[in-house]
């Protein structure tokens, strides 16, 4: 047995999960905010089957078009910019 709390060990944890990938810290946190499973953006209950194939998913169907959207605008935006 480890000399550590059970806290200590998962703060521990989260943050070793950070080096290789901050999406699976960000769910692990809204997991223990018992936030998890839900829209950050709108609040909309996430449908099992899509958290089974992602479960570092944060954005329901319609917000992740709509985050998609703006993702590509901007960029043309910046594209734009760059290009006379
Ligand atoms: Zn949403």
């Known amino acids: 047995m480890t000399h550590l709390a059970a806290e200590e060990l998962e703060s521990l944890r989260v943050r070793l999960v950070a080096r290789t990938d901050p999406r699976a810290v960000a769910a692990l946190i809204r997991l223990r905010k018992d936030e998890f499973g839900l829209c950050v953006r709108c609040g909309e209950e996430l449908e099992f089957a899509m958290l ?33």
């Not at 479960?55 to 993702?71: F, G, I, Q, S, Y």
């Open 52 to 84: 089974d194939a992602a479960p570092d998913l944060v954005l329901c169907t319609d917000c992740d078009e709509e985050a998609r959207k703006a993702r590509e605008s901007s960029r043309h935006g910046i594209c734009g910019m760059k290009q006379p």
